[in-house]
C-alpha cells in the first residue's frame, strides 16, 4: 500500500482509517523502520480493543522480528499498561489503539525503553521517511540472518501491582464508585485494579467493543459523560471516573454529579506526590491548567515548572527537571514513579485515596484546588491563524498592565484574568483557553477574545 503519510504520521504518533490510510502491509513496514531507528534487539507489543487492532499489531510484530528483534506480545491492554511493560522490562514499545477517535480510526503509540516519547524529534520523522521509501519501492534492507522471536505475555497483574504499590489504598472509608469505560479498555485494567479494595463498582460500558456502541470513549466532550453523571446520581454514588478508549487518561465526576476539571486533580495529585517526597519537589505543567496548580505546588513546598501542550514536551520536561509529577489539562498525568509515563489509573488511584482518607464529599475535598473560573477550550475555524492572532496581539497591546508570552501560541495575561490563543497544528482551528477570578470577568474576556479572532 502507498500511503500518504503526511495525513497518517501525527506529532506525536501514527493515527488514521483503516483500511483507507493505512492496513497490515504498512503495519509490517512501521514494524521494520521502528527497529531500525530504535537498533532495537527486543521490543515489547500491546494492542486495545478495536477490531482491526490484532491484526495490525501482528503485522508490526511480523516486521520487526524480520528485522532480527525478539517481539513480546502482551495482547489486550491499556496504553498505560504498554507503558509500564517497556518500564519495566526495558524495551521499546508500540502501542495499537487510535484513543478516543471513532471507531474506523486506528494508530500506533511508540516509546523507547522505559517509556520514553518516540515524536518528530526523537524518531518519528526517521520511522516515516523510511516507510515512505519503502511503500513507495526503495529496497528494503536485507533480511535479518536470524529472525526474531515472537512470543506473548501478560503483564495485568504486575501492572496492577506496581501501581497499588505507589497509593496506600487498604485503610481507606468504603467508597461507592461508578466507572464508565466507554467500552474501552477501562474495561480490562479496572477489575484488577480494583479487586480487593474497599470499593462498591459500578461498572459501565465494561464490554471491549472497538464500535461504541454507547458513546465516543472521549471524556473531554461534555456529551460523553451524561451516562456516568447520571448513573452517579441515581446510585447515590461517592463519585464518579470515567476513562477514554486507550484508558490513559480519566476524568472525574463528584458526588453531584458535576464534573471536576483536570487542573484541580492535578493541583490535587501534585500535593500529594509532594507529600510523599517530604514536601519538596518539581511539578510540570503545561501554560493552559489552572493559575490553581503553581499556587498548589508552592503551598506544598514544590516547585512549578511551566511547559508547552503536548505529551512529549511534558515527558521530556520531567525528564531534564527529574520531575516527581506532571499535570495537564487534558486529562494526561506523569509521574516519575511510573518512568515519567501518563497514567489516568494511578491519578485515579490518588483521588480515591484522597476522598477515603478523610469524610469530606469529593466536591468540597477539590474546591480547594479549584480556585478560578475557567472557560474550558473553545475551538473556531478561522481563515488565516497568523492574522487572527496578530489582530489580538494588536488590540490588547494597546491597553495598560498587559503582559504577552510566547511559549506555545499567544497567552495574554491581566491582573484577574488570562487567556492562551493556540493555532492547531492540523486544522484552520484557533484553540482559546481563558481563565478569570470570577465568572462575570471570563465571561467578558472569553467573549470579546471570539469576537475579535471570528471577525478578523
Not at 494492542?47 to 490484532?54: E, Q
Amino acid at each position: 500500500m502507498v500511503a500518504d503519510l503526511s495525513q497518517l504520521v501525527k506529532a506525536y504518533d501514527v493515527r488514521g482509517v483503516v483500511p483507507d490510510q493505512w492496513d497490515e502491509s504498512l503495519a509490517e513496514l512501521f514494524g521494520a523502520a521502528f527497529v531500525q531507528v530504535t537498533a532495537a534487539e527486543a521490543i515489547v507489543i500491546g494492542h486495545d480493543m478495536r477490531p482491526t487492532s490484532p491484526g495490525l499489531a501482528g503485522a508490526f510484530a511480523r516486521g520487526a522480528a524480520a528485522r532480527g528483534a525478539d517481539v513480546t506480545l502482551i495482547g489486550l491492554c491499556s496504553t498505560d499498561q504498554l507503558y509500564y511493560a517497556s518500564g519495566a522490562l526495558c524495551l521499546p514499545g508500540a502501542m495499537f489503539t487510535a484513543s478516543h477517535n471513532p471507531a474506523q480510526y486506528n494508530g500506533i503509540k511508540m516509546c523507547r525503553a522505559g517509556a520514553a516519547p518516540v515524536g518528530q524529534d526523537t524518531g518519528l520523522a526517521e520511522i516515516r521517511t523510511l516507510v515512505e521509501q519503502w511503500s513507495e519501492g526503495a529496497p528494503r534492507p536485507a533480511a535479518a540472518t536470524t529472525f526474531g522471536t515472537i512470543t506473548e505475555r501478560d503483564t495485568l497483574t504486575d501492572y496492577a501491582s506496581h501501581l497499588l504499590g505507589l497509593v496506600a489504598l487498604s485503610a481507606i472509608r468504603p467508597l461507592k464508585v461508578v466507572v464508565d469505560a466507554g467500552n474501552g479498555m477501562g474495561g480490562h485494567t479496572v477489575p484488577t485494579v480494583f479487586e480487593g479494595l474497599p470499593l462498591d463498582l459500578v461498572p459501565m460500558y465494561f464490554e471491549l467493543d472497538g464500535t461504541f456502541p454507547h458513546h465516543e470513549a472521549n471524556p473531554l466532550d461534555p456529551k460523553n459523560i451524561v451516562d456516568l453523571q447520571a448513573r452517579v446520581l441515581a446510585e447515590g454514588a461517592d463519585l464518579g471516573l470515567a476513562f477514554d478508549g486507550d484508558a490513559d487518561r480519566c476524568f472525574v465526576v463528584d458526588e453531584r454529579g458535576a464534573g471536576v476539571s483536570p487542573s484541580a486533580i492535578t493541583a490535587l495529585v501534585a500535593a500529594r506526590e509532594l507529600a510523599r517526597n517530604g514536601g519538596e519537589g518539581i511539578v510540570i505543567h503545561n501554560l493552559i491548567t489552572s493559575w490553581s496548580v503553581p499556587e498548589v505546588v508552592r503551598e506544598n513546598g514544590g516547585t512549578p515548572v511551566r511547559t508547552r501542550v503536548g505529551h512529549s514536551f511534558i515527558k521530556t520536561e520531567m525528564a531534564e527537571h527529574g520531575a516527581i509529577f506532571g499535570g495537564e489539562h487534558s486529562a494526561h498525568y506523569y509521574f516519575r514513579d511510573f518512568w515519567n509515563a501518563d497514567t489516568g489509573m494511578l491519578a485515579a488511584l490518588h483521588v480515591l485515596a484522597a476522598l477515603g482518607g478523610q469524610e469530606k464529599p469529593l466536591s468540597e475535598l477539590v474546591a480547594e484546588y479549584d480556585r478560578y473560573s475557567g472557560s474550558g477550550e473553545i475551538n473556531s475555524t478561522v481563515a488565516d491563524q497568523t492574522a487572527s492572532l496578530a489582530t489580538v496581539r494588536k488590540v490588547y497591546g494597546a491597553r495598560d498592565g498587559i503582559t504577552f508570552d510566547d511559549l506555545d501560541g499567544l497567552t495574554v495575561t491581566a491582573a484577574d484574568w488570562w487567556f492562551n490563543l493556540r493555532a492547531s497544528n492540523t486544522e484552520p482551528l484557533l484553540r482559546l483557553n481563558v481563565e478569570a477570578r470570577d465568572e462575570k470577568t471570563m465571561a467578558a474576556v472569553r467573549d470579546e477574545v471570539l469576537t475579535l479572532i471570528r471577525k478578523a
